[in-house]
C-alpha cells in the first residue's frame, strides 16, 4: 500500500513496507531511540518526493530521549545510490520509544543544521519520526523543514 501525505502543494509518497522496514530495524533497539536516513528522489516539477529507501545508522549513540548518529562513513554509498539509481539523502529520521510522533526542539535544531550543512545541499529536508512501543509502531508523522520551521505533511 502507498501512503501519501500533503503539505500545501507539495506531496510524499512512501511505501508502507518501507515504514515497516524501519519500524522492523527499530525495534532491536528498543527502549532507546534509534533512527537512520531516507532516500528518495523528486518528480521533475519537484512537486511530489517519493521516499524508496532508509540507510539506518551504524554509528551512533542513543538514549531513551536523543539519538545521535555520525554520516561521513556513507558519503560514498550515498554516491553509488545517486549514480546507480538516481536516488539521493532526503531527510532523517528516528524513532521516540513511549513518546508522541511529534519533534522536539532538538529534533529543529539538527534539521536546521543540515538545511545550512554546506554538503548536504538540501534547503527542505524531511523529518519522519516514529512512535513505538515493546510491541508495536503506535504513530508516525513525518515533517519538512520550510523557512527553518518543521511543518507538518499531514
Same mark, same amino acid.
Given at each position: 500500500?502507498?501512503?501519501?501525505?500533503?503539505?500545501?502543494?507539495?506531496?510524499?509518497?512512501?511505501?508502507?513496507?518501507?515504514?515497516?522496514?524501519?519500524?522492523?530495524?527499530?525495534?532491536?533497539?528498543?527502549?532507546?531511540?534509534?533512527?537512520?536516513?531516507?532516500?528518495?528522489?523528486?518528480?521533475?516539477?519537484?512537486?511530489?518526493?517519493?521516499?524508496?529507501?532508509?540507510?539506518?545508522?551504524?554509528?551512533?549513540?542513543?538514549?531513551?530521549?536523543?539519538?545521535?548518529?555520525?554520516?561521513?562513513?556513507?558519503?560514498?554509498?550515498?554516491?553509488?545510490?545517486?549514480?546507480?539509481?538516481?536516488?539521493?539523502?532526503?531527510?532523517?529520521?528516528?524513532?521516540?520509544?513511549?513518546?508522541?510522533?511529534?519533534?522536539?526542539?532538538?529534533? $529543529? +535544531?539538527?534539521?536546521?543544521?543540515?538545511?545550512?550543512?554546506? /554538503?548536504?545541499? #538540501?534547503? @527542505?529536508?524531511?523529518? =519522519?519520526? $516514529? +512512535?513505538?512501543?515493546?510491541?508495536?509502531?503506535?504513530?508516525? /508523522?513525518?515533517? #519538512?523543514? @520550510?523557512?527553518?520551521? =518543521?511543518? $507538518?505533511?499531514?
Amino acid at each position: 500500500m502507498t501512503i501519501t501525505k500533503h503539505y500545501k502543494n507539495l506531496k510524499l509518497v512512501v511505501e508502507d513496507s518501507l515504514l515497516e522496514s524501519i519500524y522492523q530495524s527499530s525495534c532491536v533497539h528498543y527502549p532507546k531511540e534509534y533512527g537512520g536516513f531516507l532516500i528518495g528522489k523528486y518528480s521533475n516539477d519537484f512537486k511530489t518526493l517519493y521516499i524508496e529507501q532508509s540507510i539506518t545508522a551504524e554509528i551512533f549513540k542513543s538514549s531513551r530521549v536523543e539519538f545521535t548518529r555520525e554520516s561521513n562513513y556513507l558519503k560514498s554509498e550515498f554516491e553509488k545510490l545517486f549514480i546507480n539509481k538516481g536516488l539521493y539523502y532526503v531527510g532523517e529520521w528516528h524513532t521516540h520509544p513511549d513518546g508522541e510522533a511529534w519533534y522536539s526542539s532538538t529534533d $529543529l +535544531s539538527a534539521m536546521i543544521s543540515i538545511a545550512h550543512e554546506k /554538503n548536504v545541499k #538540501i534547503d @527542505n529536508p524531511i523529518l =519522519l519520526i $516514529l +512512535s513505538i512501543t515493546s510491541d508495536s509502531l503506535r504513530d508516525f /508523522n513525518f515533517f #519538512i523543514l @520550510n523557512n527553518e520551521r =518543521l511543518k $507538518l505533511y499531514e
